[in-house]
């Protein structure tokens, strides 16, 4: 397992972690040895679902990008039980991915980025229910991608980076509403990049690099 992917659900720490009999899946622990267990094989058998960004909500639900044959990487949750984690929905239909990340707690919903053969890599807000997952922002009309990427909640906004053609890389900032999903400035004119870095939240005022 990677110190990077793990996620505390209440007193309960979890986690992706590696054996011969199971693959990489997603673990539970207490801190205790008998505590610690294997949570769900959700790619059963030696091969791996690769629980990946795991991301606490309101310490009661930890979200996380896990794969299957069937339908592909896609976004899962879990309450720490066997029955309590399960696929939230099939973004990208069939088996082809739809490679949640950027998981990012926001105002007690997930927000993350997502690929779809409908909108291509954009900006997406779930409550941890199939019709509650939606697209937030188209950014980049259609099938393009405006590959959202550093999300960071500041107060009642969540701040991103987005890429458009008109604009470039530029700072986007969203209130989890689709209409409340709107470019910030155009730092660098034009088309051209700001090339924003070290996003940090200080309450509800974000400090970067431009």
């Known amino acids: 397992s990677s110190p990077a992917n793990m996620a505390n659900l209440g007193n309960t720490l979890l986690f992706a972690a590696t054996t011969t009999a199971n693959g990489t899946e997603l673990w539970r622990s207490d801190g205790t040895e008998a505590g610690t267990v294997m949570v769900s094989d959700i790619r059963a058998g030696t091969t791996s679902s690769l629980p990946a960004s795991l991301t606490s909500v309101n310490n009661s639900i930890v979200y996380f990008s896990a794969g299957e044959a069937t339908n592909g990487t896609e976004l899962w949750k879990t309450d720490g039980t066997a029955g309590g984690t399960a696929m939230v929905t099939n973004l990208n239909p069939g088996s082809a991915n739809s490679s949640p990340a ?78 409340g999903t709107v470019l910030v400035k155009d730092i660098n004119g034009t088309s051209a990049s700001s090339t924003i870095t070290n996003l940090t939240a200080v309450g509800s005022t974000l400090f970067f690099s431009a």
């Open 102 to 179: 950027n998981l990012t707690a926001f105002n007690g919903k997930l927000v993350f980025s997502a690929t779809t053969s409908a909108a291509g890599t954009e900006i997406f807000i779930s409550d941890g229910t199939a019709v509650g997952t939606t697209l937030l922002a188209d950014i980049v009309a259609g099938t393009g991608s405006s590959s959202p990427t550093s999300f960071v909640a500041a107060g009642s906004r969540l701040y991103f980076l987005a890429t458009t053609t008109a604009n470039g890389q530029e700072l986007w900032k969203t209130d989890g509403t689709t209409v």
